[in-house]
């Protein structure tokens, strides 16, 4: 198959890139420098017209330009790097050895090809040659000899292109790269908003809009994990964006550490946006011949407003990002023990999960924290993976069989990531903990975070870890992360190198549980939603998305979720009322339907349970196996924003629309309500569909543009599920 979405108009040195929907654009000017010229809606011919050249003052010329019109100051760039005379934010710093930051990079050589480039030890998207198509265009500074590969993957039919980057020290003398984006995408002209996802822990995703302005607007992770306070993934939406109308861009990155984002309109309305690597903690030196790769970013547009792009992404993270033998299958529903009996347990209480499982109709019982060392709370333990069988009164051998023997699946939980002071291993290699000489560390959970930087420390926790795994019959992991970084010093590392090693250490000890452990299930999790992002789907299908279990909090933070990211990633459990984190009370019917919006399971103690809730779970559990794949698979709408609207309800069509699944969650409740109406999205123009509970049939487009009424009932969160379908015959 020729290359076909990549071009290289050679006359004019003009790379444009095509997908299905969008093209993209680039040329190298006569100077030798890599502009950009456009990204959006499909479009063909050349559009450098589109540059103008005026003698701007104080904005200054490439000494060999003999015109005062030329300035990289004021021209749209695919890679700016500071020394240039470019005074916006630089997608590159590099020290160089005698201590001055400069590096001018000119076009040198490109390669097109099929099939996507991947980059060694960082995730990244992945294709068939027949799927995607790379270009690898490398720039150079003549004086230093830094090579910068900017990489770019194709995805037509996904409508996206990725970004990637090396920089490759070819001079002599060592380097430093204080600064190293990931993609930069500009603006030429228009007004933006950025669309951020903000939070907390047990709060995270929650959506700001605001205006892209002049001066530069700042939005990142300095926390070592990509962090539950700020995603890192963002939207670029023209100012009349909606949900299904208008222009927007997506930018994912797809690491788990720590980022920045920035976004920035210059003094000429120019709007210049920035993915990439944080640059504070970040020195990362470059000996002669030695490369640093900068992780990916996912790009997308959509013309059509949010959902479309939600769609993009959804579909390049499921198909393209999640990998494993679980990534297309049915996802085991789970009753975890953490919020059933947190610490206090033995081995008969999770015999006795596993039995009540069993009766309920759940595939499989995870046995959380504290089954390890000592470990009674969260003082100590962490890094003792030893089953601590006086607790358990039993093997962990025994302990599975018995559990499995109930005829459900057992799962573990895990944070190898971390130590406690109090722990033998803590005793016997204290210098194994991030901390620095002479000073004391700070404490998070009264834990310490392992240097995973250093392959001695991951490599022994690898193997004691491997241990428990290899007791038994262990289908899945739960993977946790429960503080974030400080003190970022390595006995191995310069210090400028280790928040990013570190994540390296994450990704590699990842890859090596999933390669010796196939078919087993790793859910990532930190704090709920803390590593939340696309680095870690690459290695963990699921993840848990959030600590906050609350039906109607649930419904902002999966709201927000899932501007990027897939419901097939997304854990929700059902858990136990009033609430542990809020103290709310809803239906178990309301938690149902909320948790459904994910990968489905409980967080409770069903002994707990009167008849009638069980009787209700046992529903719950058929409901969410008849409609497993259209979840999971299925095209995703959101219909309502819970932050503004009295209602919260979303959608999931079938790809052949032939089937639809409607949830409503009334979360405003008054005297006399007002009837809101919930319009449906993505259905068969022309269809019938049939309500199947109510056996009522519906016109399409009467359902997407006049809606259905909500019904007005007094009780505080009641919820609906409707299932349509398109009627064969009338
Ligand atoms: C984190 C997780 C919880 C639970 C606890 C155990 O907070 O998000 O689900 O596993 O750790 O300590």
């Not at 007004?191 to 995270?204: K, P, V």
Request: with cysteine.
């Amino acid at each position: 198959m020729a290359i076909q979405n990549i071009r290289y108009d050679t006359e004019n040195q003009l790379f444009t890139l095509s997908t299905k929907n969008t093209s993209y654009q680039m040329k190298v000017d006569s100077r030798g420098f890599l502009l950009h010229l456009y990204y959006g809606a499909k479009i063909s011919g050349n559009m450098e017209y589109l540059l103008t050249y005026y003698d701007r003052g104080f904005s200054g010329n490439p000494y060999e330009e003999e015109t005062r019109t030329y300035s990289l100051d004021v021209l749209p760039q695919e890679y700016p790097t500071l020394g240039t005379g470019d005074y916006r934010s630089s997608a590159l710093i590099v020290r160089n050895a005698d201590g001055t930051e400069s590096c001018t990079l000119r076009y040198k050589e490109h390669t097109i090809q099929k099939g996507k480039y991947s980059l060694r030890g960082l995730p990244a998207v992945y294709a068939t040659n027949q799927e995607a198509e790379t270009l690898e265009i490398s720039l150079e500074d003549v004086v230093s000899k830094v090579e910068v590969r900017l990489f770019y993957g194709v995805l037509w039919e996904e409508d996206i292109i990725t970004r990637s980057v090396v920089i490759v020290n070819g001079g002599s003398e060592e380097i430093i790269i204080e600064k190293a984006g990931s993609a930069c995408v500009d603006f030429l002209y228009g007004n933006y908003d950025l669309i951020s996802f903000y939070g907390r822990h047990a709060m995270e995703r929650n959506i700001q809009r605001s205006k892209i302005l002049h001066g530069n607007t700042v939005i990142g992770s300095r926390r070592g994990a990509s962090s539950h306070q700020y995603n890192p993934a963002l939207i670029i939406a023209s100012s009349d964006a909606t949900e299904d109308f208008g222009s927007c861009y997506g930018m994912a990155f797809v690491y788990s550490g720590n980022f920045q984002f920035e976004a920035e309109k210059d003094q000429f309305g120019l709007t210049r946006t920035m993915m990439g690597l944080l640059p504070e903690q970040f020195h990362y030196p470059l000996k002669h011949g030695e490369e640093l790769i900068v992780p990916e970013t996912i790009l997308s547009y959509s013309a059509a407003g949010f959902s479309f792009l939600s769609e993009h992404f959804h579909r390049c993270i499921r198909n393209h990002v999640c990998r494993g033998e679980y990534q297309h299958q049915v996802r085991p529903i789970l009753l975890n023990s953490w919020e059933a009996a947190y610490f206090d347990f033995n081995g008969e209480t999770i015999v006795g999960l596993a039995k009540e499982a069993a009766e309920l109709g759940i595939d499989m019982v995870v046995m959380d924290d504290g089954w390890f060392g000592k470990r009674d709370d969260d003082n100590s333990g962490l890094g003792d993976w030893e089953v601590n069988e006086k607790k358990l009164g039993c093997t962990l051998k025994d302990l599975i069989r018995r559990v499995t023997d109930t005829g459900v699946k057992f799962g573990i939980w895990i944070e190898p990531e971390m130590i406690s002071e109090d722990s033998e291993l803590y005793r016997t290699h204290p210098d194994w903990a991030l901390q620095i000489p002479g000073r004391k560390p700070v404490r998070s959970r009264n834990q310490l975070v392992l240097d995973f930087s250093r392959e001695e420390v991951r490599n022994e926790v690898f193997d004691a870890i491997c241990k428990v795994l290899d007791q038994g019959e262990i289908s899945y992991v739960k993977w946790d992360m429960n503080r974030s970084l400080a003190d970022i010093f390595s006995k191995e590392h310069v210090a400028g190198k280790v928040h990013y090693l570190y994540v390296l250490g994450v990704y590699e000890f990842l890859e090596r549980l999933a390669l010796r452990y196939p078919s087993m299930l790793i859910e990532g999790c930190c704090g709920g939603g803390g590593r939340f992002d696309a680095g870690m789907m690459y290695y963990t299908p699921q993840i848990w998305c959030s600590d906050n279990t609350d039906a109607v909090d649930r419904l902002r933070i999966q709201y927000g979720t899932s501007f990027f990211y897939p419901i097939s990633v997304v854990g929700s459990h059902v858990s136990a009322i009033p609430n542990h984190q809020t103290g709310r009370k809803t239906s178990l019917k309301t938690r149902g339907i909320v948790a459904m919006a994910g990968t489905f399971g409980y967080e409770l103690d069903p002994k707990l349970l009167g008849e009638e809730e069980r009787a209700e779970i046992k529903e719950q559990i058929k409901t969410y196996r008849n409609y497993e794949d259209l979840i999971r698979n299925g095209i995703y709408y959101r219909l309502t924003d819970p932050f503004t609207d009295d209602c919260t309800a979303w959608l999931f069509v079938s790809k052949d629309k032939k089937q639809a699944l409607l949830n409503i969650v009334v979360t405003e409740v008054h005297g006399n309500m007002e009837v809101s109406f919930v319009k449906l999205k993505g259905l068969q123009k022309g269809a019938v569909y049939r309500e199947l509970t109510s056996g009522k049939a519906y016109v399409a487009e009467a359902l997407m543009e006049a809606g259905l009424p909500v019904s007005v009932e007094t009780g505080e969160y009641n919820s609906c599920q409707f299932v349509f379908a398109v009627q064969e015959k009338l």
